[in-house]
């Protein structure tokens, strides 16, 4: 019940393209969404978040849809550009507690 | 303002020898989290401290892990001794007190490599 599954693990997407990268949970406590963005040897950042209360936040050219009742959120990267290239993260946490990861997804952008 | 600051980077030990890592976290910070990030994984809380105080330690392996943060700043994590499965990155994250959200900010991470 603790777990964030996330899907794909690995993504190939050509430059100008929509990525989207899913994730699913299970504890209906959780009651904060945040993706992190991760290139190699650094530490993870923070890309957007979004609370259970709304349905969508966009931030320039990343989204985060959130469907409550199905328990699923993604991200989606609209015109995706080689820079995009990095490890993507879903995270859940609840109140102050601890955040939960998904496993990853490896994006790459092909120029 | 500065970020979350690790060090060292990089460590190679052979198994069975002890090693630590340090964490020096943002300003102000009141929250400091060490967390074991394996390869192709997800980063795992290892332990959370509020203050100077552990407010999660339930995924640290106590019989050869063990984390302080003297004075509710700086940390550091120790494991002795080190196993092969301890390879990781091990990362320090730091989070304002009393965030509107569970933002948490993270260092670069130590890689540690053990042989």
């Known amino acids: 019940q603790q777990q964030v599954k996330q899907s794909p693990q690995s993504l190939i997407v050509q430059k100008g393209g929509i990525s989207i990268i899913n994730c699913a949970y299970e504890?209906?406590?959780?009651?904060?969404f945040p993706w992190y963005q991760q290139f190699p040897g650094k530490g993870p950042a923070l890309l957007i978040a979004?609370?259970?209360?709304?349905s969508e936040k966009k931030e320039g050219r990343f989204t985060i849809s959130f469907n409550k009742s199905a328990k699923q959120f993604s991200l989606h990267i609209m015109d995706s550009q080689p820079g995009d290239s990095a490890t993507y993260f879903c995270?859940?946490?609840?109140?102050?507690?601890?955040?939960?990861f998904g496993q990853g997804t490896r994006l790459t952008i092909n120029p | 303002e500065a970020g979350v600051a690790q060090s060292p980077r990089y460590k190679i030990i052979e198994k069975r020898q002890s090693v630590a890592f340090w964490c020096n976290p943002i300003?102000?910070?009141?929250?400091l989290y060490w967390y074991q990030q394996i390869l192709g994984q997800g980063p795992k809380l290892l332990i959370q401290?509020?203050?100077?105080?552990?407010?999660?330690d339930s995924q640290l392996p106590k019989d050869r892990f063990s984390a302080e943060r003297l004075k509710g700043v700086d940390s550091t994590l120790k494991i002795q001794p080190a196993k092969l499965e301890d390879s990781a990155v091990y990362l320090c994250?730091?989070?304002?007190?009393?965030?509107?959200?569970?933002?948490?900010?993270f260092g670069p991470g130590t890689r540690l490599t053990v042989l």
């Open positions: 994250a730091s989070s304002p007190p009393r965030g509107t959200y569970n933002e948490q900010f």
């Open positions: 504890n209906t406590a959780f009651d904060y």
């Open positions: 979004i609370r259970p209360d709304v």
């Open positions: 995270a859940a946490s609840w109140g102050a507690q601890k955040l939960v």
């Open positions: 300003s102000g910070h009141a929250t």
């Open positions: 401290f509020q203050n100077n105080g552990v407010v999660d």
